[in-house]
């Protein structure tokens, strides 16, 4: 196997994470892949809504310009997969978002599933995630913790409590088969959640997002498959000013 | 009827098109409707790619918030409606995008429709629209002139001689029973396309996205109905800089 | 703009409305706009099944044969679009039904729309017609009140009170983001229901069918646009009696 | 098995083919199963349009009133399904139409089919038929040997020869697996034109409507099995003149 | 009509149900037609998951060999269709499954229906069938009484008992308008359940698979229909040992 | 990471190709990750029919339990899955196909993909491949070689000369923008292809159906994650002979 190196770019501008997501980078890879984290200049400091996601976009592509000859390939840190659709038209190395990622796995592990993410106002975003990768047919709900992104950190046994609760009732109510869990913060957590399901009687794949998304990139560049330039041309040369 | 102001936002860079917007709008609104026209500062000379929306929608953002209390109903005039959805999230006026309108008039008259947009390119943007606001089921095809937005003007003549031809394939080839123009730079050609496909033998509704657009933005102000806040929750308050 | 005139067919023989009506349609209409309210001659009192509709549709025909070269865009003022489609067959003026125009506006408002509608048994029809204008997968659910059409003036108060307590179980159990009334004789009522999700917490649109299709209508005809020909061809001559 | 009687009403108003219907019904029934056909007194002089089907519903519902004691199943005779759907809310008997039994069919006999009809105009009512039976996602394409219904009589030949090349377009240009052919006025040609494609070396059902449609009839009434009164509950009492 | 033979293939190996399977079968057809009724000689006891499907197919393959000029159309007598697809690749006389032939049946009869099985772990299952035979869009709900398939003759009054409270769920929580019973196991009670659901307000169709599909059986052998050489071809002719 | 072992088995009864695969599944995965590859004992000399499936998928079936223990991921070495589905209801280690993982994959790198496969009659089985993983909305197209598997081998020259016309054919006519190489007898030529379409003008990734599933089955053992129990429970004890 060719030796790779992912680029984890995170979209959203609050620092100090970088370490913390290089750990866990390295955790779901195979130790001969390098991996370098880095944060945008410029962008919301969290990413719950579609303007933040507009405000997230162009410090993506900025940041691409500026690390695409040092890595294989790249993953944007984030469920909602900010700016990786653009990205993807400026290069044409592999460019991963966890969303998309996540929901693409989820398909091949069972009937349907639903995906437990931090507030239930992002379930038009990820339907349209889902949408876009081919994933509809099998999104079972969108629920939510309520928890904003920040906060996430500060509690993390009754997030996963949070967690199991909501991934009960897509279960129970939603029949879900499969549980994606909806924001990269929640990276780490997986394994847990679905051991409290198996307390309680359901032995259920529970996707980590960051993991998945990592995985894919180090696929990709191993595979030297990237995406495709019908879908993503390249966009023509033109000026730009923002 | 109440007296309603429309404002029209352009979402590119371009200036010198404020008075030629002006008037399309004015030709196709009720005489008792103001109508203003502004341009971004700050985003792309033109809009012909997932990279450029994304360099477009946070001036069209910027621009909202400095309009936003001078009109009752914001058109963003582009077809790729590059902006809207984040607009949405941060007005409770109407915002409302070229593309989709049209592609839901187009829905109302025929039984499938084809989009004949600037670039082929655009193919995958066009289709996620249509999935966004239902009319996926009702696309027939997305075909192209191949002129890039900025050379529109150059040769009307040929532009319609080309929009007809494609339409004429559009129908035949793909089924379409109903053509919606796919940039708000072809404005004030329809009825030109759709003499064109009648001396042809086709008698199909040929949708002006930028007339579509402002008719229901001013339709929206003046029945008092905007997007839903459950679709378009208002972003959390936090830090964003770009 | 060109002035226009709207040509408002009421598929019901109850008569004794058509002052109501008119009052209504110019409600919602530039004032250069003029306005005719006819009824049809034979058909049912009220329409509320498949039956009523095959028993309204000829008589919508007919009286659309006699006013055809009085106005410029016809409504049919019946949420079931009865006779819409096999009008659109006999004249090329625009024919426009409250069922199909409210649903298309609902798409371009939210993620996810409902109708609340007069009685339950309504539902297969009116998933028809949103299958027919491509709104088919934004339909939440469909709700009634269970009142008969012809017992809807008789208590305003408490029709809108069911109207929003059926509109907050579509929005929470079903997942409505937009909100349509599902019968023309609930037109004027959409402003108060809106008033009253609100004081319960949402605020979503909610679409008054009749006001949508005069709108679309009168759009319609001021933008010169109709039905395509290929979907709605004439129909052959031959003998028919009926 | 119970003795039962299946009563074929044919919704144009052209008399003299009644012998020909009955004879065409036994030939496809068990001996012990009785067949009255009787055509409707007012109508279109043929189906070709949703005009025609307009005009012609109220006629089959009352001519199904008139013969509804005098049978156990009904066919409406021709594949536009007109007034079936109706006609279920008046009668308690199972209503079967053409159309969509043989749809129906079809989808347990190949992965795809394409309908072979009169007119190319009546691609659109065919889809909303196939809609409604849930046979959308299986149909290839509606094709037309463009004959008026009248006019199929005229030259058998030189029909069948047209039905097998088109069938055969359907078949390597569509991708269609199964043949239906597209009007009860096709009644008795299936075989031969299964016979003409199998000469052109494709071994594929084709589907009479008619035969289909009378032994879903026949079926029906023996296993005491009619429509559901949730999906076609019966009509309010009301006025109602045509 | 011509005479037929009917040949049913028993695909679990419990042997001692021939006798009664060959009651229900003849109560269903014509009197004109034979029926033989055969069980495997390798299978699973039972039918009641993939494992067991694919333990039953080869020897469905085995049997339909054997007897393949001993009729003219089989059907497996088992609502998973286990061997159906491949036993059509290798005869060209008609080979019916019930679960497909239900559900095709279900979608004429109304807007939607629920299967009601033997045990809620058949879901995934019931579904693949409907999408293969174009039923997914019409498909409720998979409900079960959770009785596996060789305890269903224990108690029949119980087993009715619970397939209506089923079907009432079906009904009331899931939208259903026609019950489909999921087992061939249940066959003769869909009267009772019809009944009983009467009783509790509900008029709708419940489909008896085994019934349905035997007298589709008979129809496409009456007709000299059956399925495409196109979705099912041939084998290539190759060692095959197991 | 942990250090994984992943089980290839061939379900085709061809002996001799154990190498191969051996050292195609050793050049797409990391080092430290081991691999074996057995043959069924029993089944067909090829795949390429339904009927071929079903007699494979006991024998995969018998290996699975044969070689459970000593293994963390188990890869069926064939495009049609077959077995997949229910060797997944035997074991809880996670069980990978190749044609769902790399349709799966397909969606994640572009708009739509097309699969080039051996034999043109696998299109209903491939569609039913990408409906269970919810890839049908993106599946533009099958094509095919028309090359029997076992002739793969002879003129891999050809061979890849035909996949790059197809593929051709499958961009510019059915409008793929990815191609997936439709059987695990194309391994390794996933490249060749790639570069020949881009010699041709398009750069679109090429999936190689047999890297995808290792690479799949490997990550899924380093994750820990295995399939849905609800989708693919335990099946009951009872006796099966075959």
């Known amino acids: 196997m060719i030796k790779t190196k992912i680029c984890v770019i995170n979209p959203a501008t609050v620092k100090g994470f970088e370490a913390d997501v290089y750990m866990e980078a390295k955790k779901n890879i195979s130790q001969d892949t390098d991996v370098i984290v880095v944060t945008v200049d410029k962008g919301p400091a969290s990413i719950e809504s579609r303007y933040d996601?507009?405000?997230?976009?162009?410090?993506?592509?900025?940041?691409?310009?500026?690390?695409?000859?040092?890595?294989?390939?790249?993953?944007?840190?984030?469920?909602?997969?900010?700016?990786?659709?653009?990205?993807?038209?400026?290069?044409?190395?592999?460019?991963?978002?966890?969303?998309?990622?996540?929901?693409?796995?989820?398909?091949?592990?069972?009937?349907r599933f639903s995906i437990v993410t931090v507030?239930?106002?992002?379930?038009?975003?990820?339907?349209?995630?889902?949408?876009?990768?081919?994933?509809?047919?099998?999104?079972?709900?969108?629920?939510?913790?309520?928890?904003?992104?920040?906060?996430?950190?500060?509690?993390?046994?009754?997030?996963?409590?949070?967690l199991v609760k909501e991934s009960m009732d897509a279960i129970e109510k939603d029949g879900a088969h499969v549980i994606v869990l909806g924001c990269t913060g929640m990276a780490g957590l997986a394994e847990k959640v679905a051991e409290g399901l198996k307390r309680q009687g359901h032995e259920v794949p529970v996707i980590d997002p960051f993991a998945a998304a990592v995985k894919l990139a180090n696929n990709l560049a191993q595979l030297k498959l990237s995406h495709?330039?019908?879908?993503?041309?390249?966009?023509?040369?033109?000026?730009?000013?923002?």
């Open 53 to 111: 996601e507009i405000c997230a976009a162009p410090g993506v592509a900025e940041m691409l310009k500026k690390t695409e000859d040092e890595a294989d390939a790249f993953v944007i840190n984030c469920f909602g997969d900010p700016g990786v659709e653009s990205a993807r038209e400026i290069t044409r190395k592999p460019v991963v978002g966890a969303g998309s990622t996540s929901m693409g796995l989820a398909c091949l592990l069972g009937e």
């Open 119 to 162: 507030l239930k106002s992002l379930e038009s975003i990820s339907s349209e995630i889902a949408y876009r990768c081919g994933a509809l047919s099998k999104l079972a709900s969108v629920r939510a913790v309520e928890t904003p992104v920040l906060e996430l950190e500060k509690n993390k046994e009754a997030l996963v409590e949070n």
């Open 228 to 242: 495709s330039t019908i879908t993503y041309p390249k966009p023509p040369e033109k000026q730009r000013n923002w």
